[in-house]
Structures are given as C-alpha cells and as structure tokens.
C-alpha cells in the first residue's frame, strides 16, 4: 500500500475507527474496536501508527496496512483513557486516565514505564514543546506538571475550584498555555521558564469564549504563523476560532448539528477538521470558516479525530 500523504482518522461510539480519504471524503479502511468506544485517537509523528485510547486501554495499530488487529495493547490503566500522545520524535507515549493517573509508555513494551497520580479522574495531557514537561488537567480543576527529568510534579494550579479542566494547549514555541473548562471559560498563562526547571505561569487573560462546555481547545502549529488562532470545540455545536493576539473572535464554525468533540488543524493552520455527536467529521477553511468536507458513514456519535498532513 501506497502511504496517503495526508492521514485522517475519526472514531465513534459506533466503536468503529475509520480513515477517510481527505479530499474526496471516501472511508478507505474501517477498523472494528469492540471492546470499548475511543476517547483520542493520536498519529505517531512518523505517519506509521495510530493510538486510539479506549477504556481501559490503548491500542496501537499500523496506518499503511489493511490489518484491523492492533500490533501493541497497553493495558495497565483501569478506567476511561482520554489523553494520549507522543513524544516528537515517537520514542514514547504519554497517557492519562479517569482511573487518576498520568502514565508513560515505551511504545516497544506493554507495561507503563513511569506513573504520576493526579488524585482525580484526569481529562487532558500535553507535552510541552522541551519535551520534558507533562501538563494535566483534571475533573476537580486542577493543572500539574510533572517535570520528567526531576520525576515529580514541579507546578500545581486551580483556575476555578472544582471546575473540571476539560482540555489544555500549549503554542508550539512553549510561549502559551490554555485550559479550557466545563463552564466555557479558556484560561491563558504565559509560561515563564525559571532558572530552575520548574515552569511559571503569568496569568495573561481569561476568555468567555462559550457558555456552555468546551471540550477542546488548540493553539495553530508553527507552519501557521505569523497567525497565531485558538479554537475551541463547544457542546454550543460551534467551533469559535480567536486571534490569540487580543483573544478576539476571527470566525465561529457553525454546521455541526450536536456537540462538537474535537479538532486538529493542519500542519500549516489553513484547515481545521472537527468530529460530531451528529456522526460526521467536517473539514472547514479556517480563512473563511466554511466546510468544504463532510466525512459521513459513521452510525453513532463522532468523538475524536486526528489529521497528520505533514512531513
């Protein structure tokens, strides 16, 4: 097989996972995952394998082959998995879990290398740019690092007390992060690295961007700037898209018919593709705001996605 040179994925509660061909919206592969529905889905940087988080596991399976059996099962996590994630050069997986953990992996064994309690069902986990630094949020409002290198966690932050932290995003020069929360609110710190290796956060803004739950928030990859956008996926249906310079709305993204789950962009930012409760995944011109792609064959809920177009 012949490797697309843009890989898109989505899952459901079909408990299916399905790679679409992004310009003609055709599903080219559809995997079975009966054990559970997925959470994340997330593509090794390489292009060659596909994590999907499931509950309680996480499998890997090959992109460019047409076996529908995973090649690795991790499997010590013991309840929901909803973040998963790799290291830039693929080397490792990050993971974390409603069961409260934060866990690593070696994408080559089945056992976690490292653990780190969060003491509450964990939502989100990203991989700060140094790749050195975990950051989570969790159901009672809290955000951690957790410093690899000192194996501990190094900064703890509530932005509001038991308010869960649904989803966070770092710019990729390490010079933002946001936390989205269950109330529609996205707060934004500047990370401020201290002569130790612990991070500091400077409050820079507090955004209303919803009124309902957001469920996940992404800052623009590198390729996009000087723009630089957030966007932010609501249960309002909508994907609002800010100018992260003053945090005004450049655009909302209105065709979804129900919860709007996830997003990723592009590798350059031009397009943004989003995965419904209204079984479809969408890809939208993030210049003009209009959906130029429905990807439909999904039978129940879409809610994950993922889109690797780069090198």
């Known amino acids: 097989m012949t490797q697309p040179s843009v890989i898109l994925a989505t899952a459901s509660y079909d408990r299916t996972i399905r790679f679409w061909e992004a310009e003609s919206g055709r599903c080219y592969r559809t995997i079975p995952h009966p054990d559970s529905h997925v959470n994340r889905l997330e593509i090794t940087p390489d292009k060659q394998f596909l994590a999907a988080a499931g509950n309680p596991h996480i499998r890997l399976f090959e992109v460019n082959s047409s076996n529908t059996q995973p090649i690795m099962r991790y499997d010590s996590h013991t309840n929901n998995v909803m973040a998963v994630g790799f290291q830039c050069d693929g080397h490792w997986m990050y993971s974390g879990s409603e069961d409260g953990t934060v866990k690593i992996w070696d994408l080559r064994a089945p056992e976690c290398q490292r653990e780190y309690e969060s003491r509450a069902a964990v939502n989100t986990v990203i991989l700060h740019p140094n790749q050195t630094d975990l950051i989570s949020g969790d159901q009672n409002g809290n955000i951690r690092v957790w410093d690899l290198r000192a194996n501990s966690c190094s900064c703890e932050l509530v932005p509001e007390v038991d308010v869960a932290v649904r989803s966070l995003t770092v710019m990729w020069d390490g010079s933002l992060v946001v936390a989205a929360n269950n109330r529609g609110t996205c707060y934004v710190w500047r990370l401020l690295r201290g002569n130790q290796t612990m991070t500091n956060f400077e409050p820079l803004h507090k955004l209303q961007a919803h009124n309902s739950y957001i469920l996940k928030c992404l800052l623009s990859p590198e390729l996009c700037d000087p723009h630089r956008y957030l966007a932010t996926a609501s249960s309002d249906h909508t994907v ?16 979804h018919q129900r919860w709007v789950w996830d997003c990723a962009f592009s590798v350059d930012g031009a397009y943004l593709l989003t995965a419904s409760s209204d079984a479809t995944a969408r890809l939208w011109n993030v210049t003009n705001g209009e959906a130029i792609r429905v990807y439909q064959g999904h039978h129940k809920a879409t809610i994950c996605c993922a889109l690797h177009d780069g090198a």
């Open 240 to 255: 609002k898209i800010w100018n992260v310079d003053g945090f005004t709305l450049e655009r909302t993204l209105t065709g």
